[in-house]
């Protein structure tokens, strides 16, 4: 091979190498942000068709007093139990977001209100935070994989 063309070939690899474009954290979080605030509108109104599109189907959730549900179907049957609750009631506001370098993970966290009526029909208020690890789907939405709800203290 002649040098010239050598060179040639080396100034592409090292031009296309350059010019790889890094993902755009910025939009990236804005974007996962806005999942979480979707999802939590999903829930609210009670839209457990809607709802489960933003777990993935590998999903954990760890709700307190109850073993970890693994797997999407394992979280509907917690959601479908608790909301079978009289009196149910959950909202949520995430507070920040953050992506990985990478574009392809990142986690949101924020609080939570839970109300429900217990057996003597009182009703019960919880409040806490919670934390979601995201994974993006390439081509796709960001899909929660990890999700862990903290009850405040003394409740």
């Known amino acids: 091979m002649k040098p010239p063309k050598l060179l040639s070939i080396l100034a592409i690899c090292l031009l296309v190498f350059h010019c790889t474009t890094q993902p755009d954290t910025q939009s990236l979080k804005m974007e996962l942000l806005q999942s979480d605030k979707d ?13 489960t599109t933003y777990w993935a189907d590998d999903a954990i959730n760890f709700f307190p007093g109850v073993p970890p549900a693994i797997g999407k179907e394992a979280i509907l049957e917690l959601v479908r139990k ?3 609750q009289a009196g149910f009631s959950l909202s949520w ?3 920040k977001a953050e992506v990985a ?3 392809d993970l990142g986690y949101t966290y924020g609080t939570f209100q839970l109300s429900f009526n ?7 208020n919880r409040t806490g935070n919670y934390v979601c690890v995201w994974r993006k789907v390439p081509g796709s939405s960001w899909k929660c994989i990890i999700e862990s709800t903290i009850f405040s203290a003394g409740l």
């Open 39 to 51: 999802w939590a509108g999903a829930a609210k109104s009670g839209d457990l068709p809607k709802l």
């Open 82 to 84: 608790n909301r079978s």
């Open 93 to 95: 506001e995430p507070d």
């Open 101 to 103: 370098a990478s574009g």
């Open 118 to 124: 217990n057996s003597d029909s009182t009703t019960v």
